[in-house]
């Protein structure tokens, strides 16, 4: 499924994608990844005008991380923001919102936690967390979805 993704990203943010995963185990593992392709590619040509997608924080919300403080779903959002900072300004960074599954519907604890606590006064889910700490189309960040 990974392998498609690059041209539905291509055709929804309407710029060239070229893929290169580098998933990880929590998103701490992520932000690592994004930090040791940073210091590599620093001083490429093209480094200040390269965007980066990060549909990342999925395995914070599964298993062992799930239950670890330091790796569990609050720990997303900081990550993504740490990672947004890693780019240089003018850069594009755009995080994707997190889904939940069939297996979650509307209403369910997992849906509240991920997507929408149905509470607009807390906005404490994943995606609202997101969506507050990247609230719209800019350079260096984009709205979630």
């Known amino acids: 499924m990974t392998q498609v993704w690059p041209a539905y ?3 929804l943010v309407g710029v060239p994608v070229i893929y290169k995963g580098v998933g990880g185990t929590d998103i701490q ?3 690592q990844r994004l930090t040791d392709w940073v210091e590599v590619h620093r001083s490429d040509p093209d480094f200040a005008t390269t965007g980066h997608l990060c549909w990342c924080g999925h395995t914070n919300l599964n298993g062992p991380n799930s239950k670890d403080p330091a790796k569990d ?5 900081p990550a993504l923001q740490d990672m947004a ?5 003018g850069n594009f960074f755009m995080p994707i919102g997190l889904t939940t599954g069939p297996e979650t519907p509307w209403g369910s604890s997992s849906y509240r936690l991920t997507v929408d606590d149905l509470d607009d006064a807390t906005a404490t ?3 609202e967390r997101m969506q507050a700490a990247f609230p719209a189309p800019t350079p260096r960040c984009a ?3």
């Open 85 to 89: 900072a890693l780019l240089p300004p």
């Open 9 to 11: 990203l291509a055709e």
């Open 29 to 31: 593992d992520t932000k």
């Open 143 to 145: 709205a979630t979805w």
């Open 125 to 127: 889910a994943v995606n």
């Open 73 to 77: 779903y609050r720990t997303i959002v």
